[in-house]
């Protein structure tokens, strides 16, 4: 039986996935996550930075954030999606986050799969249309801030006050320009700080615990079943891990959803047959979660879970391209 890259690559045909969200907001770490499951040689992925349309020293002449649609090529960014979903590759621009300057352009793709992160890929009909499926990822304020201060600081050189004072001069232009795409988006992923207390190790870093809760819009296309084993005996033993699963149905923005929150560490033997599910799907036995760890984290469950619905989405868009043709 073919798996789903193989009967891609037969198809000729260029998917994209699109991951909307605010600056450190994770959306880098979903991505890379998929593109680590789906396979290296299978995923190209781009951030919308690079569309920036107006610099660091021109956009503070102007008053004007990088949240601001004005502030971005999104006429050109939708026509760089349309060609490459033709299977063209494109001149893509390169945005310096160091200077904050534009830096020429490269050439890109195009891979099977697509993914473009960013703050503004939904905001246009037309960006709509190109994206196959929207992943929009919206962490709570706390979390946010921790994550946007670890980056820009250890990554690009900020100062903490400096990227402080960022983020409430880009809180009113996120809540107009960049929450509202939400409700465009076939998957939300919430994070919150973990109700849990994580244990603590005897020696490095803090373990990152959280809660995440995937609201998922109700498939149209059929599901293939996938279990998450509990083993009851291992749960009661004093070293187990907290975590908790819920699921219920809801109404979210007048859409029909599924909501399923994760909380704590999950340990390596309750996913097993998800791995399992999608190694089949896509035809590799790479490892999918990391096993140097015994226990896998709430984001982590929730790269396979999204993983797993891509998997399906593009099922789904094969067999409907069979049909239609």
Wanted: glycine share 8%.
């Amino acid at each position: 039986m073919k798996s789903i890259m193989d009967k891609i690559k037969e198809s000729g045909r260029v998917f994209v996935f699109g991951i909307a969200g605010d600056s450190g907001s994770g959306k880098t770490t979903i991505s890379r996550g998929i593109k680590r499951i789906l396979g290296e040689d299978m995923v190209c992925s781009f951030s919308m930075d690079d569309y920036h349309s107006l610099d660091r020293r021109q956009r503070a002449e102007r008053r004007i954030t990088p949240l601001h649609p004005q502030a971005n090529h999104l006429d050109l960014l939708a026509e760089h999606l349309e060609a490459l979903r033709q299977g063209k590759g494109i001149d893509k621009p390169v945005y310096d986050h160091s200077s904050g300057e534009m830096a020429g352009t490269e050439p890109f793709g195009p891979a099977p799969v697509v993914i473009v992160e960013g703050l503004h890929p939904f905001f246009t009909e037309r960006l709509r249309r190109a994206i196959d499926f929207k992943i929009f990822v919206d962490p709570s304020r706390a979390v946010k801030r921790l994550w946007k201060v670890r980056r820009d600081v250890g990554e690009r050189g900020y100062q903490p006050e400096q990227v402080m004072a960022e983020i409430l001069q880009r809180e009113p232009d996120y809540k107009l320009y960049v929450d509202i795409q939400k409700i465009y988006a076939e998957m939300v992923v919430k994070i919150q700080d973990t109700r849990f207390h994580p244990p603590l190790p005897l020696a490095g870093p803090k373990p990152d615990w959280y809660s995440v809760r995937l609201i998922q819009e109700v498939m149209e296309q059929p599901v293939s079943p996938v279990d998450l084993n509990i083993d009851l005996s291992k749960i009661l033993r004093s070293s187990e891990h907290e975590f908790s699963i819920e699921f219920q149905r809801d109404d979210y923005y007048g859409k029909k959803v599924g909501i399923m929150t994760v909380d704590g560490e999950i340990h390596q033997s309750m996913i097993a047959h998800l791995e399992s599910k999608l190694c089949n799907s896509l035809g590799t036995c790479a490892e999918i979660s990391d096993r140097r760890n015994e226990y896998v984290n709430a984001i982590g469950l929730a790269q396979l879970i999204l993983t797993w619905n891509c998997t399906e989405k593009l099922e789904h868009l094969l067999g409907r391209g069979r049909a239609s043709s």
